[in-house]
């Protein structure tokens, strides 16, 4: 079945700087991808999504990258903040009209102001 | 917009105790599910529903009974606690109608379980 990985598992940025967190997956036939964020203390926050169909998408400082010949997806923050500390999960939709996810194990980022 | 509501927000339990967690939402969503949330071991699946009175098991269904007494509430049962047990369970909900809406899941605050 599907299998996601996350890299890496911890992140530590100066504020302004950029920040990557990747996800590989397994199954070329996944079709719906998400990005999560979980503040200390928190639930998952559903940050954004992005179709096999369409690649790439963008949010407050933020864009979400879909690599389909790598299966690789990544988020970038291109000027982290420290309220941008927070867990980061990847999930992958698990092909078969499942209505399951799978998400990667999650990358700790920690902004220093 | 809609909320997800788990209660209890801690629940501590003895070892061997059958413990239950409920799972309320007022999206209207067709799909909820548990997850299980450790440290280092990310979100695995333990149960989902598809609809009322549906059950499905994910990866980490065996020790745990699930309930969908209702389209808007998802029950979920530890039959036997395990000592030193710690972790956070997650409800989450999607709208289930086909294509993304199918995958798009909203999560609840969750409920943090300790056994002693």
């Known amino acids: 079945g599907e299998q996601v990985e996350q890299r890496p598992p911890h992140l530590s940025v100066r504020e302004g700087d950029s920040a990557v967190i990747t996800c590989t997956y397994t199954d070329p036939n996944s079709y719906y991808f998400f990005w999560y964020k979980q503040e200390p203390g928190a639930s998952l926050q559903l940050l954004m999504k992005?179709?096999?169909?369409?690649e790439i998408n963008e949010g407050q400082g933020f864009t979400v990258l879909l690599n389909k010949k790598d299966k690789r997806l990544s988020l970038n923050l291109t000027a982290a903040h420290p309220g941008d500390s927070a867990a980061y999960f990847c999930?992958?939709?698990?092909?078969?009209?499942?209505?399951?996810?799978?998400f990667g194990l999650g990358t700790t980022l920690q902004v220093q102001p | 917009g809609g909320i997800i509501t788990q209660t209890p927000k801690f629940l501590i339990g003895q070892e061997g105790q059958k413990l239950t967690l409920k799972c309320q939402q007022n999206?209207?969503?067709?799909?909820m599910y548990w997850y299980r949330q450790d440290s280092g071991k990310g979100l695995r699946l333990i149960y989902y529903?598809?609809?009322?009175?549906?059950?499905q098991k994910g990866d980490l269904s065996e020790g745990y009974d699930a309930s969908r007494e209702k389209k808007s509430s998802f029950s979920l049962t530890v039959t036997s606690a395990q000592k030193n047990e710690m972790a956070v369970f997650l409800c989450?909900?999607?709208?289930?109608?086909?294509?993304?809406?199918?995958?798009?899941?909203?999560f609840g605050p969750g409920t943090r379980l300790t056994v002693l």
């Open positions: 999930a992958v939709s698990v092909t078969g009209n499942t209505r399951k996810l799978i």
């Open positions: 529903s598809i609809t009322e009175n549906d059950l």
């Open positions: 999206f209207n969503h067709d799909t």
């Open positions: 989450a909900s999607s709208i289930g109608t086909g294509g993304v809406s199918s995958y798009e899941q909203y």
């Open positions: 992005v179709f096999s169909s369409t």
